[in-house]
């Protein structure tokens, strides 16, 4: 199984709003990952989890907050976004960072619109 | 500056044919390369991987190259199908014995067209 699921698909939020983007795995990968992806361009590293400690932040800013509360779920809460942060969220999953292989699996994504 | 450049933005092929998807990388620390098919509105799906210790690595109908001195690799999809028809990014990265923390980079992304 290589499935990586990803809550909400579809997410609207006004500039006020909290709410967060929910990302499960079950194939006991220890290292977790949130890309954003803006429409024709690559995705791009915004976090990065390794046994649930945060090991890097791409210099995010603070409206996004992750977390990992255990080894199979990764959350990102999101509070008062701008307009330019509608995007696509990826969350992906690896094996532990010395493990030797480096392949990413992702999900599908959550589709953000910030009016 | 980008440090993984994928440089033709679309790719059309026949039914039948080869494919080649080429990336070139300019960061000589990355170790590990891989490729991704992406279909609109899902997430990319990992294809095939080489590290930095080998040439060739192949899988079914798709082999990667690398060519380190060169900082090239490319994709090879031998025959294309129309099922193949997706955008396909290549993305790199620095071992963890490198001293990575495991992040990816990766590369605009090449559309591939396969007609019937």
């Known amino acids: 199984d290589t499935e990586v699921t990803q809550t909400p698909k579809h997410l609207v939020m006004g500039m006020t709003n909290k709410k967060s983007l929910k990302c499960e795995q079950h194939m006991g990968h220890r290292a977790m990952y949130w890309y954003k992806q803006k429409a024709k361009k690559p995705p791009e590293l915004m976090f990065v989890y390794s046994y649930e400690k945060l090991s890097i932040n791409e210099s995010v800013p603070s409206r996004f907050s992750p977390e990992c509360p255990n080894s199979s779920l990764l959350n990102l809460h999101l509070h008062a976004l701008q307009p330019e942060d509608s995007a696509l969220y990826l969350c992906a999953s690896g094996l532990d960072l010395a493990g030797g292989s480096y392949e990413q699996y992702f999900g599908p994504g959550t589709r953000l619109t910030v009016t | 500056d980008q440090q993984v450049k994928q440089n033709s933005p679309s790719l059309s092929v026949q039914e039948g044919r080869i494919s080649i998807l080429n990336c070139d990388y300019t960061?000589?620390?990355?170790?590990?390369f891989l490729w991704y098919k992406k279909y609109p509105a899902e997430g990319p799906t990992f294809l095939i991987s080489i590290s930095s210790i080998k040439d060739k690595n192949e899988d079914g109908r798709f082999t990667v190259f690398l060519n380190k001195s060169a900082k090239h690799l490319s994709l090879h999809i031998v025959p294309s199908q129309p099922g193949d028809s997706a955008v396909y990014f290549c993305?790199?990265?620095?071992?963890?014995?490198?001293?990575?923390?495991?992040?990816?980079?990766f590369g605009k992304g090449t559309k591939l067209s396969v007609k019937p």
């Open positions: 993305a790199a990265g620095v071992s963890w014995n490198g001293g990575s923390q495991g992040n990816l980079i």
């Open positions: 960061n000589s620390m990355f170790d590990y």
